[in-house]
């Protein structure tokens, strides 16, 4: 069980935020990815890199006018990066998941990773963004499926994503005051945020209802795999947005 806890895994935020997970199998060609073409000696050493790309910001995901989500430091479409939500109207950029660590580089960057759709149709006081993990680095990490959720307080709840899916399966679809998942193979169900007592745990629903849509008709995240960058610098630290008005502490 532990074995099994140590390679799978996944994950989904909100802000109040959704996040999603899963993962990969580390591989012999993953150690060698470990050691050669600027990613660090993680495993061997203990040596962490980090990677600063000459790489232009792209809009990934675009939930309407002025909310949306980017990709920045990045490799390519396959390769890192970092995912943030931007609200031009409220001056935010907040921090949603990825990296740029020689780990990091190794497989796409979780929120791009999610292939299952996913319907923003909540207001700015509700950020969200699906995140699908391909590796799971430690069996002391939390990496199991879920869905993270907080406006006043933080809630996690688990998500059938199983080991080795990649959830294109499940539809996951947020509202101002809960949210839904569709899941394609067995049952759907619409969740409210903060349900009373006499709450049934989830209503089960036949499908997604129509008016439960993005302002933008966006329903998945989307590269352009033309832009990619071998320009890059290396740092001890990880490098956030400097304009970034949420992210990591210190670095990390």
Not at 2 to 14: G, H, R
Request: net charge neutral; glycine share 8%; charged share 20%.
């Amino acid at each position: 069980m532990k074995t099994l806890n140590k390679l799978a895994c996944a994950s989904a935020t909100i802000f109040p935020c959704l996040l999603i997970t899963a993962c990969h199998i580390p591989t012999a060609a993953d150690g060698f990815a470990m050691t050669t073409g600027g990613a660090g000696l993680t495993e061997q050493s203990g040596v962490v890199e980090y990677m600063i790309y000459n790489v232009p910001p792209q809009v990934v995901y675009r939930i309407d006018d002025h909310r949306f989500f980017t990709l920045e430091n990045y490799k390519d479409c396959d390769h890192g990066g970092i995912v943030y939500y931007n609200d031009t109207k409220l001056g935010k950029k907040i921090y949603i998941s990825g990296g740029s660590s020689s780990n990091d580089i190794l497989t796409k960057n979780p929120t791009i990773a999610w292939q299952g759709k996913f319907i923003y149709a909540a207001g700015e006081k509700t950020i969200a963004a699906p995140i699908l993990m391909m590796f799971c680095p430690s069996e002391r990490m939390d990496c199991t499926a879920k869905l993270k959720y907080w406006s006043d307080d933080k809630k996690e709840i688990p998500l059938p994503v199983s080991f080795g899916f990649s959830g294109k399966n499940i539809d996951v679809a947020i509202f101002n005051d809960g949210y839904y998942i569709i899941n394609k193979a067995v049952f759907s169900y619409k969740y409210k945020l903060y349900p009373t007592p006499s709450d049934e745990d989830g209503i089960r629903v036949d499908k997604l209802p129509e008016e439960i849509q993005t302002p933008s008709g966006t329903s998945r995240f989307s590269c352009n795999s033309s832009i990619s960058s071998d320009d890059f610098s290396k740092t001890r630290k990880q490098k956030f947005d400097p304009n970034a008005t949420e992210a990591p502490q210190n670095g990390q």
